[in-house]
């Protein structure tokens, strides 16, 4: 069942359409599924690859760069390091974890940003990274 994606010049979005058989797909039976436009282009689709977490992490380990920016106590690395967990496992951040993102990008120290989110802690304790091994925050 071929899902291709398209952008549709009525609403001026990307769409993904979806056809039943491979039989059935063609661009002039595509229709936006938001507007019901028929002018569309189908686009090259962005290609994802399957990949174990112990191989996500692996390829986060290997990031120098984000490592780095850790080791020197940057708020913003620390934000950016967590953005990139959330996207690598496929977790959306909530609203409370958005706003922390939000203020270390600012560059507010973690320890303030806990201070003012008692709820943070959680039960045990750990802070905004506690259940992240050696991520306790920046001491």
């Given at each position: ?23 059935e ?15 569309l ?14 191989s ?9 760069s ?12 620390l934000?950016?390091?967590?953005r ?6 496929g ?21 303030s ?26 001491e």
């Amino acid at each position: 069942m071929p899902i291709y994606e398209y952008y549709c010049y009525d609403c001026t979005k990307r769409v993904s359409v979806f056809f039943r058989t491979m039989s059935e797909a063609s661009d002039a039976a595509a229709a936006c599924p938001t507007c019901s436009g028929r002018r569309l282009r189908r686009l090259v689709s962005r290609v994802r690859m399957l990949r174990s977490e112990e191989s996500r992490m692996e390829s986060m380990a290997d990031d120098a760069s984000l490592m780095s920016g850790l080791e020197s106590e940057d708020p913003r690395a620390l934000a950016g390091f967590m953005r990139r967990m959330s996207d690598e496992m496929g977790e959306p951040l909530d609203a409370e974890m958005a706003e922390v993102m939000n203020r270390l990008e600012a560059g507010e120290n973690p320890e303030s940003i806990e201070q003012s989110m008692p709820d943070l802690a959680g039960d045990d304790g750990g802070g905004m990274m506690g259940g992240m091994p050696g991520m306790g925050g920046f001491e």
